[in-house]
């Protein structure tokens, strides 16, 4: 398939490169699929969230000033396997989750069982089609495998209705939902790239309590890496708040309901200030992303229900990994 792709898109890229003159030097990112082939991956999500109830005592130090700290952890496996190719470049990818583990602490409020609703998924697969420059072309399959999940995350109680539980579903949704953004977010990914080149798109926000957020991400080529096993993109990431969500980005609740402990009972959570930092090898001969590691800290600020005390401040550190397994 490489070499399929590569007459194609030389075909276009030599155009392109005619046609302005200055484009010589500029390296083309492509997503490929070899017949037989299975990729397996390896994602793990780290996250630790603080909140600070000091301020709703005035920011009193003293013996009654209290921080919770809660931890949770995804460490999943999902392999992708190609069941069809076509001549022109796109694939039809099988993905089977593999294997899902999660762990949390520092809360009380956690489910009977103990196991998060995404631990349900292991053995289950879905179909997508993903274009040569990494845009995934349907997401339904996987979309409605993240709504099973939403939902085994709600319980019906007597007296309070539909409760949502602690579960890890938008760290699911982080990590699937945005494969090989870094590269099908090029505004002109025919033209190729060079050293140096910047370029933006947005990615997800998983957290605890129920947040339809997103954060901005500015890509740059930074350098051209030649190894043993193929000539290797390092591609930078910065994080920054976004002020919008875009409509199409799957929702896994559904109906009304209250979120589970501190969560549901804080309000009005506003992003005072998100910043951080990644990198991704893409391997440009493979035409595969390598691993990739991104790391942010988030700030937000909210308060208790009708007015009580004052504003809470809670801070949320994300690490987010991708690696590619032997």
């Known amino acids: 398939m490489k070499a399929i792709l590569s ?27 070899q017949e037989g082939q299975t990729l397996r991956y390896r994602f793990v999500s780290n996250r630790q969230t603080t ?31 190609p069941i069809e190719i076509d001549p022109y470049g796109s694939a039809t990818i099988k993905a089977t989750y593999k294997s899902i583990k999660t762990s949390r602490s520092g809360q009380k409020h956690l489910r009977g069982s103990g196991n998060d609703p995404i631990e349900t998924l292991v053995g289950k697969t879905f179909t997508f ?24 995350a709600i319980r019906q109680s007597p007296s309070h209705g539909r409760i949502k539980d602690p579960d ?7 990590t699937q939902r945005f494969l090989w953004d870094s590269v099908s977010s090029m505004e002109n990914p025919l033209e190729g790239i060079q050293v140096g080149q910047t370029w933006n798109s947005k990615l997800s926000i998983p957290t605890q309590m129920v947040l339809r957020k997103a ?31 875009p409509s199409n980005w799957p929702v896994a609740y559904t109906g009304r309901f209250q979120v589970s402990g501190h969560f549901g009972f804080l309000r009005g959570y506003r992003i005072t200030k998100l910043q951080g930092e990644g990198e991704e090898l893409f391997n ?14 988030m700030e937000l600020n909210c308060s208790m229900p009708m007015g009580l005390g004052g504003v809470i401040p809670i801070t949320v550190k994300q690490n987010l990994t991708m690696q590619l397994l032997p």
């Open 215 to 245: 954060r901005n991400v500015t890509y740059t080529l930074d350098e051209i890496r030649p190894t043993e096993q193929g000539q290797i993109a390092v591609i930078r990431s910065s994080y920054s708040p976004a002020k919008s969500v």
């Open 284 to 297: 440009i001969d493979t035409g595969r992303t390598e691993k990739y590691n991104q790391k942010y800290q």
């Open 51 to 81: 909140v600070d109830w000091g301020a709703a005592q005035g920011g009193s130090k003293s013996k009654q000033h209290k921080v919770d700290t809660f931890h949770e952890k995804m460490d999943m496996v999902v392999a992708y396997t």
């Open 168 to 174: 890890m579903t938008d760290d699911l949704i982080t």
């Open 7 to 33: 007459t194609f898109f030389a075909v276009l890229v030599v155009g392109a490169i005619a046609g302005c003159g200055g484009a010589a030097g500029k390296t083309l990112l492509t997503v490929d699929f």
């Open 129 to 152: 089609t993903v274009g040569p420059t990494g845009k995934i072309e349907d997401y339904s399959q996987m979309e409605a495998l993240i709504r099973q999940a939403g939902e085994k």
